[in-house]
């Protein structure tokens, strides 16, 4: 990959789609993980305004520290760069104890995770149309195209994508071109709505390497049967999670009413 020349593919991109727009900048989630750290820095290398979003909702320390670690490294490089906390754990909890109790609580922690991610798309929106800023996307190539692994209306509730049609690894090359934190680099990936330590690979059951090469096989219409071992279970992870999150990657079905119904 030519690195530099698809940083300032991107950055070329974002700028114009804004002023096209008719927008001042971006708003976007800070996280602490690699995606959210690429893309608000390349959001920053337009000279637009961009807002960068803390959001914890019962954080891990180590999460909050990098994002707040990346966010004033990003200030003391770029002067259009502002930031605002919102914690929104209180919301979270509010919103939980309003929700009607479960017999078994385990049996809802799936849907508490999204509902995370919801708010916080709820509250990049707020700022968006307060400031009449574009709320940028993170969703790299394979968790917006391979294994949909993002939330529906959550963290895939965005204007724009401008690191969509990156694979991870191919982030994490940008990554470190464009300086961000090794700490940053270092982190194992995580989607951060648990409260816990469990990474991307703990939940999917591969690693993002080992998705990209699904994905890749995927698309030269492999099977199952061609392959044994790892890559067989690997493969088998990646087409489990692409056929149950295919809803997620195509248009919203409507329901089209007959001419001579009408």
Excluded at 213 to 229: C, I
């Amino acid at each position: 990959m030519q690195t530099e020349k698809v940083i300032d593919h991107i950055v070329n991109w974002l700028k114009n789609y804004a002023t096209n727009a008719n927008c001042k900048g971006f708003v976007i989630g800070v996280s602490g993980g690699i995606d959210s750290a690429v893309t608000s820095t390349l959001c920053a290398k337009t000279g637009l305004e961009l807002l960068c979003l803390e959001m914890p909702i019962h954080q891990g320390t180590n999460q909050v520290t990098r994002a707040d670690n990346h966010i004033g490294w990003l200030m003391d490089n770029f002067s259009n760069v502002s930031r605002q906390p919102v914690n929104l754990t209180p919301v979270f909890d509010s919103l939980v104890a309003a929700l009607p109790k479960v017999e078994n609580e385990e049996d809802r922690f799936m849907s508490l995770a999204n509902t995370r991610a919801r708010l916080r798309m709820t509250t990049l929106y707020y700022f968006a149309a307060l400031e009449g800023y574009l709320v940028a996307g993170t969703g790299n190539k394979v968790e917006d195209f391979g294994v949909g692994f993002y939330t529906k209306y959550g963290d895939g509730g965005v204007d724009l994508s401008p690191i969509a049609d990156l694979l991870k690894t191919e982030v994490y090359e940008i990554g470190g071109t464009l300086g961000v934190n090794q700490e940053i680099m270092d982190a194992a990936p995580t989607d951060g709505l648990w409260g816990d330590s469990r990474t991307d690979e703990d939940q999917i059951g591969a690693s993002y390497p080992e998705l990209e090469w699904a994905m890749k096989m995927d698309d030269e219409k492999k099977s199952v049967s061609d392959f044994s071992d790892r890559k067989r279970e690997v493969f088998s992870i990646y087409k489990k999670f692409n056929t149950a999150n295919k809803h997620k990657m195509i248009p919203i079905p409507i329901c089209e009413i007959p001419a001579h119904l009408k």
